[in-house]
């Protein structure tokens, strides 16, 4: 059933309205009804929902309702795909990510009647509501001081196996890779703190054979810690992989949440990375979802310094338009918000760099292996040294 909403009430001219005031909620969206009367009903229900008692005058939309800005089909009308630009008052929610997104992809949105899909493309934020968030710490410059590496990628590497190894037989993958010219190594995601690898005996071992690569090659090499966890548990895995001597630590904003990011920027002394797990069950759902690269915004503006994403090939099922897209999230001017580190990847190699370049089109970014260092024939000394090899190929 769908309510017999007021639909003038709910639409607005930009211009007329406070812009300072309000973010601008981007979605297409596939109606049953017509179009007006679903995004009329759409911004009741992300918003006022009710907004008069029986008996009781107390219109609140004025002040507090979303408004409809621009409404538009998407290519030919009889495709039945619309655009749908919505304006909400931010005083709704203040700048707190968790309550955002409640309204801007909650209950309201998914379940609004007459909308039989929708996806959230984009969000715009005004500079004074953006101003309300520190973002990343470090950001793309600091890790580039951090070690050192100036004018071309970051090469990282994802210790495999990812799950059974030892400290110690960890460690020694790191180091060989280390060796051969990788500037990171970092555990995989599904590496947690483990009874056979805890993340403090863990990062020990590994700290004390970065050590000793950066004494042999005359390089800085760094550690990405996993300390996805439960969010209780974060800053205190956090701090136990700094005092053991990681150089940057990592967690799944996804699944702990954009909160537990936020937080963590707070605590942290090191470089945080955003793990994208979990980011394809709300990009890849048959009724719409949440654009990748708003995603990869909202880490940006929670905090990480480094955003790792789908990257290009057939592996990660990806169109090369959205990883430029994530890209761009990353280092697209955002008010006062430092640039993040764009890290696309998925089943990259020495071979597959010059096309990751190419597709990129410069050198703000990390290019990160798993297979393709530690799977290496030859071993990982050899996996991380083929690809600084296929890198000096191309800029010689």
Same mark, same amino acid.
């Given at each position: 059933?769908?309510?017999?909403?007021?639909?003038?009430?709910?639409?607005?001219?930009?211009?007329?309205?406070?812009?300072?005031?309000?973010?601008?909620?981007?979605?297409?969206?596939?109606?049953?009804?017509?179009?007006?009367?679903?995004? !009329? @009903?759409?911004? $009741? %229900?992300?918003?006022?929902?009710?907004?008069?008692?029986? =008996? *009781?005058? #107390?219109? +609140?939309?004025?002040?507090?309702?979303?408004?409809?800005?621009?409404?538009?089909?998407?290519?030919?009308?009889?495709?039945?795909?619309?655009?749908?630009?919505?304006?909400?008052?931010?005083?709704?929610?203040?700048?707190?990510?968790?309550?955002?997104?409640?309204?801007?992809?909650?209950?309201?949105?998914?379940?609004?009647?007459?909308?039989?899909?929708?996806?959230?493309?984009?969000?715009?934020?005004? !500079? @004074?509501?953006? $101003? %309300?968030?520190?973002?990343?710490?470090?950001?793309?410059? =600091? *890790?580039? #001081?951090? +070690?050192?590496?100036?004018?071309?990628?970051?090469?990282?590497?994802?210790?495999?196996?990812?799950?059974?190894?030892?400290?110690?037989?960890?460690?020694?993958?790191?180091?060989?890779?280390?060796?051969?010219?990788?500037?990171?190594?970092?555990?995989?995601?599904?590496?947690?703190?483990?009874?056979?690898?805890?993340?403090?005996?863990?990062?020990?071992?590994?700290?004390?054979?970065?050590?000793?690569?950066?004494?042999?090659?005359? %390089?800085?090499?760094?550690?990405?810690?996993?300390?996805?966890?439960?969010?209780?548990?974060?800053?205190?895995?956090?701090?136990?992989?700094?005092?053991?001597?990681?150089?940057?630590?990592?967690?799944?904003?996804?699944?702990?949440?954009?909160?537990?990011?936020?937080?963590?920027?707070?605590?942290?002394?090191?470089?945080?990375?955003?793990?994208?797990?979990?980011?394809?069950?709300?990009?890849?759902?048959?009724?719409?979802?949440?654009?990748?690269?708003?995603?990869?915004?909202?880490?940006?503006?929670?905090?990480?310094?480094?955003?790792?994403?789908?990257?290009?090939?057939?592996?990660?099922?990806?169109?090369?338009?959205?990883?430029?897209?994530?890209?761009?999230?990353?280092?697209?001017?955002?008010?006062?918000?430092?640039?993040?580190?764009?890290?696309?990847?998925?089943?990259?190699?020495?071979?597959?760099?010059?096309?990751?370049?190419?597709?990129?089109?410069?050198?703000?970014?990390?290019?990160?292996?798993?297979?393709?260092?530690?799977?290496?024939?030859?071993?990982?000394?050899?996996?991380?040294?083929?690809?600084?090899?296929?890198?000096?190929?191309?800029?010689?």
């Amino acid at each position: 059933m769908v309510t017999d909403y007021d639909i003038p009430a709910f639409f607005a001219e930009w211009s007329q309205l406070d812009q300072p005031a309000y973010l601008r909620f981007l979605y297409e969206f596939v109606p049953t009804i017509d179009p007006r009367k679903a995004v !009329a @009903g759409l911004c $009741a %229900e992300q918003s006022t929902a009710m907004w008069q008692r029986v =008996g *009781v005058v #107390e219109d +609140l939309r004025e002040r507090f309702g979303a408004k409809v800005i621009r409404l538009e089909p998407v290519g030919d009308v009889a495709q039945g795909r619309w655009l749908v630009e919505i304006a909400h008052p931010h005083r709704n929610f203040g700048a707190r990510l968790p309550n955002l997104l409640v309204a801007a992809a909650g209950e309201g949105t998914f379940y609004a009647p007459g909308v039989a899909a929708i996806t959230l493309l984009d969000i715009t934020f005004p !500079a @004074g509501y953006l $101003a %309300e968030f520190a973002g990343p710490q470090f950001g793309l410059h =600091g *890790v580039r #001081e951090q +070690l050192q590496i100036h004018e071309r990628p970051f090469f990282i590497g994802v210790v495999k196996p990812n799950l059974g190894l030892s400290p110690a037989d960890f460690a020694a993958l790191a180091f060989e890779a280390w060796c051969g010219g990788l500037d990171m190594a970092k555990d995989d995601e599904m590496q947690a703190d483990t009874s056979w690898s805890t993340l403090r005996g863990r990062v020990t071992c590994v700290s004390e054979r970065r050590q000793r690569a950066e004494q042999l090659t005359g %390089e800085r090499k760094g550690f990405i810690a996993n300390c996805i966890d439960e969010v209780d548990r974060i800053p205190e895995q956090c701090h136990i992989a700094e005092r053991a001597g990681a150089t940057a630590v990592m967690i799944s904003p996804v699944w702990t949440g954009l909160s537990a990011l936020r937080a963590l920027r707070r605590v942290s002394g090191v470089p945080v990375m955003a793990h994208f797990a979990g980011v394809a069950v709300l990009t890849r759902r048959p009724q719409g979802g949440i654009a990748s690269a708003l995603l990869t915004r909202l880490m940006r503006i929670a905090g990480a310094d480094m955003i790792g994403f789908a990257g290009f090939g057939d592996r990660m099922q990806t169109a090369p338009d959205e990883v430029r897209a994530n890209i761009h999230a990353c280092l697209e001017p955002l008010g006062a918000i430092a640039p993040a580190l764009p890290i696309p990847g998925g089943s990259d190699s020495a071979q597959t760099l010059a096309h990751v370049a190419q597709q990129v089109g410069h050198v703000d970014f990390g290019f990160i292996a798993g297979r393709g260092v530690f799977g290496h024939a030859e071993g990982p000394r050899a996996g991380a040294r083929s690809i600084r090899e296929v890198w000096t190929q191309l800029h010689v």
